[in-house]
Nanobody, 124 residues
């Protein structure tokens, strides 16, 4: 059974940094595609960043230059380094995984496995 578990959320002041992690378990081969999404109160879930097994990345314009996605295939772990955080980054952050090619990247409906989410709160 595949499990996707996020960690690393918390509260930080504007301008600060946080690093999220996402561990995937239950499958021998690492996911082909991994993505970070977020959902703020009253808003729809939106794409943040995605990465495939070869290391090709996509980043949403709203976080470009501030957030960096990376993965360690040996550890089956995905990361999101978030710098220069803003209050508008406040949201529940979700990790998504899929083993199919091509990588769905920013398409929410393309991911089969999701974590429970981790809260990120940025105060001004």
């Amino acid at each position: 059974q595949v499990q996707v578990v996020e960690s690393g959320g918390g509260s930080v002041q504007a301008g600060g940094s946080l690093r999220l992690s996402c561990a995937t378990e239950g499958y021998v081969v690492p996911p082909y595609c991994l993505g970070w999404f977020r959902q703020a109160p009253g808003k729809e879930r939106e794409f943040v960043s995605g990465i495939n097994r070869e290391g090709t990345t996509t980043v949403a314009d709203s976080v470009k230059g501030r957030f960096t996605i990376s993965r360690d295939n040996a550890k089956n772990t995905l990361y999101l380094q978030m710098n220069i955080l803003k209050p508008e980054d406040t949201a529940v952050y979700y990790c998504a995984a899929d083993w199919r090619d091509p990588c769905p990247m920013g398409r929410i409906e393309g991911y089969n496995y999701w974590g429970q989410g981790t809260q990120v709160t940025v105060s001004s």
